[in-house]
């Protein structure tokens, strides 16, 4: 695992919001990371959260953009709670390091992994934040994305605008299927030049929740893979947003509460 990070690429990610890490997994690793996701994937039946009841495919066939969404991508989340060749994976400390350093963090907790799977004909991810969906509100954190497949301009790769995640807010816009819409909530980056990152199997992005990002659709027959988890700073409080919590943690939750219960976010580096 390429796991040094630079003080270049700490600026670079702070500046533009993403960095590439390309061979980030050697090819062993890469295989052990795939065939980890696979089984684990697996093992869920299609259950997209532990704990609560909503399939992957969650097309109810009434509304038009469940049924949109749940061909953006197949989530399966927090893979880590279910199998433990995952969690052996997720709780390396190098990325725990690697992230606190990204940061400008001392300490590193999950708040949950993901892997998303756009099939063969995916519609394309639509521009939007990450950070604002989540129960904690904190403009440090961060997400690696682990391609498992070569992700291409034809098969879905990412692509981000430079610089947004400094001037971008806690407002939600969503991800919905008009690929403009971000931008009546940030018109100053309508004219900006996105970047695309295509990368090989085993390459790896990290990007700041709060960077404008999106994919493409999959224009393939074959699956473009991602294993990704996204990160919070050791400290972050609870901001009233239920996004995956458990209905029984949510309900426990004041508030300014602190998000330190190692069995939902555990800490995976500490300085
Ligand atoms: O894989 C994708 O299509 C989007 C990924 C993304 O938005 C993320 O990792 O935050
Ligand atoms: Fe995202």
Not at 222 to 245: E, H, V, W
């Amino acid at each position: 695992m390429k796991d040094k990070i630079s003080i270049e690429q700490i600026k670079n990610f702070q500046k533009n919001g993403f960095l590439l890490i390309e061979n980030f997994l050697s090819k062993t690793e890469l295989e052990y990371w795939k065939i980890s996701v696979e089984n684990a994937i697996e093992k869920r039946n299609g259950i997209k959260i532990p704990g609560k009841n909503i399939k992957v495919d969650g097309n109810d066939g009434v509304n038009e953009d469940t049924e949109y969404y749940s061909k953006v991508f197949d989530q399966m989340i927090n893979l880590w709670q279910t199998d433990n060749y995952m969690k052996e994976i997720m709780f390396d400390e190098r990325i725990g390091k690697m992230v606190s350093k990204l940061g400008g963090f001392d300490g590193t907790r999950i708040w949950h992994d993901q892997a998303l799977i756009k099939k063969p004909w995916a519609n394309p991810t639509s521009w939007h934040l990450d950070t604002p969906f989540w129960s904690f509100s904190d403009r440090r954190a961060l997400s690696i994305w682990v391609a498992l497949d070569d992700a291409t301009f034809q098969n879905g790769c990412l692509y981000f605008i430079p610089g947004s995640n400094h001037k971008t807010s806690f407002k939600n816009p969503g991800i919905g299927k008009n690929m403009d819409a971000i931008f009546k909530f940030y018109p100053e980056f309508s004219n900006t030049k996105p970047i695309g990152v295509p990368m090989r199997a085993g390459s790896c992005s990290f990007h700041n929740g709060l960077t404008i990002h999106g994919a493409g659709p999959n224009m393939t027959n074959l699956p473009r893979r991602a294993m990704t988890c996204a990160y919070m700073p050791d400290g972050s409080k609870f901001n009233g947003i239920q996004n995956i919590l458990s209905d029984d943690s949510f309900a426990n939750l004041k508030k300014g509460d602190l998000l330190n219960d190692d069995s939902q976010n555990p800490i995976i580096f500490s300085a």
